[in-house]
């Protein structure tokens, strides 16, 4: 019985990702990205929402203004999209390194998840 369970414990683990879903996949990629979550910035189902905001100077009108910051809708967005900018430098946005194929799941599970 305990070899069994045994052999039964390996095989999952051998083949776990087998079991994993392209929707899981995605929806582990987009909340836990090796980096911060993208969730955190555009939200939960990637429709946007607002992060914060800080006082800085206009250069032209010569004053301090309030600055908001949004991290922008992201589940209308085509894969290339996607993959431009997970990959650039931003001000705001980290810069990650994602494979195609992690990118691709993201995009998957967004266009899924945004109607739900
Ligand atoms: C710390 C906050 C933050 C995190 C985390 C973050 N983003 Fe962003 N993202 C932003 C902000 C702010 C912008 C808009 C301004 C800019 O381009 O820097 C943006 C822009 C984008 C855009 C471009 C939208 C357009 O209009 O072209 C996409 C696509 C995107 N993010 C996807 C992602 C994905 C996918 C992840 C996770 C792998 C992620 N972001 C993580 C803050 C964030």
Do not use: W
């Not at 929707?23 to 189902?45: D, F, T, V, W």
């Not at 910051?69 to 650039?88: C, F, M, P």
């Amino acid at each position: 019985m305990r070899i069994i369970r045994l052999v039964f414990l390996s095989v999952f683990l051998l083949h776990g990702e087998d079991f994993m879903s392209t929707y899981e996949y995605g929806q582990m990629l987009y909340n836990n990205p090796r980096g911060i979550s993208c969730a955190k910035c555009h939200g939960e189902k990637g429709e946007g929402k607002y992060i914060g905001q800080y006082y800085k100077k206009d250069k032209k009108q010569k004053k301090i203004i309030l600055q908001e910051i949004y991290g922008v809708r992201i589940n209308d967005k085509t894969l290339a999209q996607i993959k431009e900018s997970v990959l650039k430098n931003h001000d705001i946005m980290p810069t990650y390194s994602l494979t195609d194929k992690e990118i691709k799941a993201i995009y998957e599970y967004l266009k899924k998840i945004k109607n739900s």
